[in-house]
């Protein structure tokens, strides 16, 4: 596997968490049904991004293979009630750089790290789903499939910040 790396990012570089997330919109547009805008662009809501550096909890990073970009991921603070634990919110990879372990090796790396994090998939988004299924069975903390009633389309695992 290339050497990967996760670099946090500033919010002087919002603009290229930005254009990356074009191409997460991208590959998401057939499920969600998502139009672009008159610009020729996926809509973005600027508030929600600059909250990855402003808020506690929150952040955004790029994922670095080999010394070059190859996707990034944002983790923001669950905000969702009784839930108090850190969400593996979007995860992107490149598709260069995909089916090389980084998106997994990402994952693990943040899920088995400090505190309880929440991992969430569309349950229309059949790869997602199957990438959530591996990254869950290659944990070593336990992990269990809580029912949220926020948006029925998600599937979503508490991971347990205490070890196996």
């Known amino acids: 596997m290339l050497p990967i790396a996760l670099l946090p990012t500033t919010a002087d570089q919002a603009p290229l968490i930005r254009n990356l997330y074009q191409f997460y919109s991208y ?24 909250r990855y550096w402003q808020d506690d909890g929150w952040g955004a990073y790029l994922v670095l293979a080999d010394g070059f970009i190859a996707g990034f991921v944002l983790v923001e603070r669950s905000e ?23 998106g997994q090796a990402v994952a693990l790396q943040l899920l088995g790290g400090e505190g ?13 789903v199957a990438f959530c299924k591996a990254v869950l069975a290659n944990l070593s903390r336990p992990a269990q499939a809580i029912a949220l009633a926020d948006e029925p ?6 991971v347990s910040g205490a070890r196996h």
């Open 153 to 158: 389309d998600l599937l979503s695992f508490l």
């Open 27 to 50: 590959e998401s547009s057939d499920w969600e049904q998502e139009d672009v805008e008159v610009d020729g662009r996926f809509y973005i809501h600027d508030e929600h991004l600059h």
């Open 80 to 102: 969702l009630p009784g839930i108090d634990a850190l969400e593996l919110a979007d995860l992107f990879i490149l598709k260069k750089y995909r089916r090389h372990g980084i």
């Open 116 to 128: 309880d994090w929440l991992l969430r998939c569309y349950a229309q988004d059949a790869p997602a």
